[in-house]
């Protein structure tokens, strides 16, 4: 069996969060017919490296440190932003969990994005890497006290049961195209696992993985159902869905491979690592799917050593 590496705090709080919670909200505009001039000293003076172009509130394009170093080249400083800003503008949502918002910053390498609210479109704060960072560090520095006072024993829940076997189920629907539910179920566990005592280690893989196969069912399917079965030994969490099913298994597998419509991804998910990052999370994993009936996939995680030699033995 392939030793799992951990899932540090930042890879677990990136699916937690959202991009509301680590944007700029204090944002600097400028209209359409400001001239390129007008730049310098904003730029320089807000030590920013670029500035979302706002007509009657509407966004309607970016204008960056790049334009304005090849506007100063071709000595056309007098022109109107309107004529130098980029109007294909990549944006992102504030209720988008951040770990859409690091991936897109690292798939098309832009230095910032504009953050619109979902239901009014209306631009509400600016994100960047830097941003990214300061906001994890600032909740990595809450939640490491509360880990760090309590010490994390998950058998102890089954302690005071007495029963030759004992297995906790819990049981979550999914809505399929509600991406304002989207991740419900996943935090729901996580809550519910963080209150039986269980390690944060442990919970992160859970959390990541089973976020992952919560998305597959909103984006791909109608709807679902996540089941988590925990024993002494074990958390075992069984995903149902009523989608297409899936064509080819092992190209689904395949990291960045994703067959999300284009209306998916201008959500920002669909990014194609949901079946890997499960993959990477679990102790073991399977997968059926059946064309035109939908997906069934089981992953595993082991609470202690136990489980894992018992999985060993049985097989």
Not at 193 to 200: F, T
Not at 219 to 232: C, D, M, Q
Request: glycine share 8%; net charge negative.
């Amino acid at each position: 069996m392939v030793e799992k590496r951990d899932i540090t705090k930042v890879q677990e709080l990136v699916y937690e969060m959202n991009v509301e919670q680590v944007m700029i909200k204090d944002i600097i505009t400028v209209g359409p017919n400001n001239l390129m001039s007008d730049l310098r000293d904003l730029l320089r003076n807000k030590r920013i490296s670029g500035v979302p172009v706002l007509e009657n509130d509407k966004l309607i394009g970016m204008v960056s440190i790049e334009d304005f170093i090849k506007c100063l080249a071709e000595g056309k400083m007098n022109s109107a932003i309107r004529d130098r800003m980029s109007c294909d503008v990549e944006v992102l949502y504030n209720d988008e969990p951040l770990v859409q918002a690091v991936e897109k910053l690292d798939r098309l390498g832009y230095g910032r994005f504009p953050v619109l609210d979902r239901k009014n479109r209306k631009l509400v704060g600016i994100i960047t890497k830097g941003d990214v960072i300061r906001g994890l560090l600032k909740k990595i520095e809450v939640d490491c006290h509360e880990e760090e006072i309590h010490r994390y024993r998950a058998s102890h829940v089954f302690e005071d049961i007495v029963a030759d076997k004992t297995t906790l189920t819990f049981q979550y629907e999914v809505v399929g195209k509600d991406f304002n539910k989207a991740g419900s179920a996943s935090s729901g566990l996580k809550k519910t696992l963080r209150r039986m005592g269980i390690s944060p280690k442990l919970i992160r893989r859970v959390a990541i993985a089973t976020y992952e196969a919560e998305m597959n069912i909103v984006v791909y399917a109608e709807g679902g159902e996540i089941t988590a079965r925990i024993t002494p030994r074990e958390i075992r969490i069984e995903v149902a869905d009523d989608g297409q099913g899936i064509t080819d298994v092992r190209k689904a597998m395949e990291p960045g491979y994703s067959t999300a419509p284009d209306w998916v991804r201008e959500l920002g998910f669909g990014a194609g690592m949901g079946l890997p990052n499960i993959k990477n999370c679990a102790d073991v994993m399977n997968m059926e799917s059946t064309v035109g009936k939908g997906t069934q996939l089981e992953f595993t995680i082991y609470l202690d050593e136990r489980g894992k030699n018992d999985s060993q033995n049985n097989n």
